[in-house]
């Protein structure tokens, strides 16, 4: 079979000073000398990955082994990261197919053109790491001035134009309609006794679920926002509790006049649940907050020290923490009543009767009832195998393994954040020459600890089978285990358990 020559074209989006993919074909065909080629194009696709539709096509082709050449306008045509671009090159070297770059003179059919497309890709690495630097410096020099930075705009507030030490940005705009809502959650919240919960509740009654943006209220929206401060002035009382928490002060107290407010960006620290706010950055913000500092730190001292508070092991039932709502995803908790024989426990679905978001009716669900049911089918899921009590090993690597998913989730969202950056339409050549360079390093880790979490789940398995303590006959002596014994089985053989107002679902770990 003959093998033929690759013309590629591409082109993001239309520029005046940009050359047509009719252009880059003609430069293109002249390169091949006379011999049949094939032509692939993909219009109005970024160089930030290689997910397009013709550049997949010649790709399969080059696999099908019909390719012999492939010839490109520029180099920048086929990608702009040094990832993707050094993948292509193994996937063309097994494949015996040369790389030709018509206008900068790269032939990888000979030592010199590969040796100059070596080179490239190394500058092109330097430029890229010396441009990174340069944007990281700009944002936290744009963020220590109060700039806007962006963003989701936040409820209570709309954005207006302002300049600021003659730079033209945007400052947050009190939205009174929204603010109203907003005053009335730390009211409620900065009650000594009430919880989220209860202001939850609260707003339903108002009928006030949904908010004027049309997003139903929750627990976690509510402490997002007595989270933020940019709701409150920022007198000296902001400053001395932030700086009790070891935050990065960026203006000096005198500054903290309760006139204006301020912004919580990202420091060193890269907790994005704003939890814990060590090295996080304080800055002050051109807008008027209106929510009083003393009801503000009242909520936000409040959140703080309930996330401080550990949680309770359950003592109720074995199953607690184990079994939830198949319709509403929350958990099943037990309460107890009164009766003639004593109290009688039951479980209850706190998506209704706490949050009020399931809208399916459970029936009764006696804990004795549902704790037998379960037994019985421990009794023969277990026929014939053996299981271990739960030891701390196991607890250390999942938490681990818990760090390594959060960290992943961490570079997922910086490299989301940088590949939008690369569809603006001001991001120059230099530029998108970094972003495409750091793209690869926090992939490159990105990896790492995928291969890292996975070393540790293998860990994990070995020391599971190393320290098993064999239980033949466990379901014949599980009335003899202590509660904890009976919680440690559920947790290594069952990942939950989902009630049905009609059936009964266990997902296990076996």
């Known amino acids: 079979m003959c093998r033929k020559i690759a013309i590629y074209a591409r082109k993001s989006v239309f520029r005046e000073d940009s050359i047509s993919i009719e252009s880059q074909i003609e430069i293109c065909r002249y390169e091949a000398r006379g011999q049949e ?35 490109v306008y520029k180099l920048d045509r086929v990608s702009r990261s040094v990832l993707d671009f050094s993948g292509l090159m193994e996937l063309f070297q097994q494949f015996g197919v040369s790389f030709v770059s018509a206008t900068e003179h790269f032939d990888t059919s000979n030592p010199m053109g590969r040796a100059m497309l070596n080179i490239c890709i190394v500058f092109a690495q330097l430029e890229r790491e010396t441009i990174q630097q340069r944007v990281i410096d700009a944002y936290s020099s744009r963020s220590r001035k109060g700039l806007y930075m962006g963003g989701k705009i936040p409820y209570g507030f709309r954005k207006a134009p302002i300049v600021i030490d003659g730079v033209k940005t945007s400052m947050y705009v009190k939205q009174p309609d929204e603010a109203e809502d907003i005053s009335l959650i730390y009211q409620l919240y900065s009650k000594p006794s009430a919880t989220l ?79 814990d706010l060590t090295d996080q950055n304080v800055v002050i913000a051109p807008h008027r907050g209106f929510i009083e500092p003393e009801k503000w730190l009242a909520c936000r001292r409040k959140l703080l020290a309930n996330h401080q508070v550990r949680t309770c092991r359950a003592k109720n039932s074995f199953l607690s923490g184990r079994i939830k709502c198949g319709c509403c995803g929350y958990a099943l908790v037990v309460r107890f009543s009164q009766r003639s024989k004593g109290h009688v426990r ?15 009716k459970l029936p009764t669900i006696h804990a004795d009832d549902l704790e037998a049911v379960i037994i019985e089918r421990l009794h023969r899921k277990l026929s014939g195998l053996t299981i271990r009590s739960a030891g701390n090993a196991e607890g250390e690597i999942s938490e681990h393994i818990s760090r390594i998913a959060a960290r992943s989730a961490e570079l997922e969202n910086e490299i989301e954040k940088l590949v939008d950056r690369m569809m603006l339409p001001d991001t120059d050549k230099t530029a998108a020459k970094y972003i495409n360079s750091r793209i690869a390093k926090l992939d490159t880790e990105k990896s790492e600890l995928s291969h890292q979490a996975a070393r540790l789940r293998a860990d994990r398995q070995k020391k599971d089978n190393a320290h098993c303590t064999v239980l033949h006959n466990v379901m014949d002596k599980w009335n003899e285990l202590s509660f904890d014994d009976k919680r440690s089985v559920i947790e290594v053989l069952i990942e939950k358990i989902l009630v049905y107002p009609d059936r009964l679902e266990i997902c296990w770990k076996i």
């Open 37 to 71: 080629y094939l032509v692939y194009q993909d219009n109005g696709y970024s160089g930030k990955n290689t997910d397009r539709p013709d550049f997949q096509r010649m790709v399969s082709d080059i696999r099908a082994g019909l390719i012999s050449k492939v010839i």
């Open 346 to 360: 039951y479980f209850i679905d706190t998506g209704r009767t706490q949050y009020h978001c399931c809208t399916q």
């Open 197 to 275: 919960g209860d202001v939850l509740r609260e707003l339903e009654a108002r009928e006030s679920a949904t908010n004027r943006r049309g997003r139903r209220w929750n627990t976690a929206r509510l402490s997002d926002i007595m989270r933020n401060p940019i709701y409150t002035t920022n007198d000296i009382s902001i400053y001395e509790f932030f700086r009790l928490q070891g935050s990065n002060l960026i203006n000096p107290p005198e500054q903290f006049n309760g006139v204006t407010s301020q912004y919580l960006f990202s420091g060193t620290n890269t907790n994005r649940k704003t939890w």
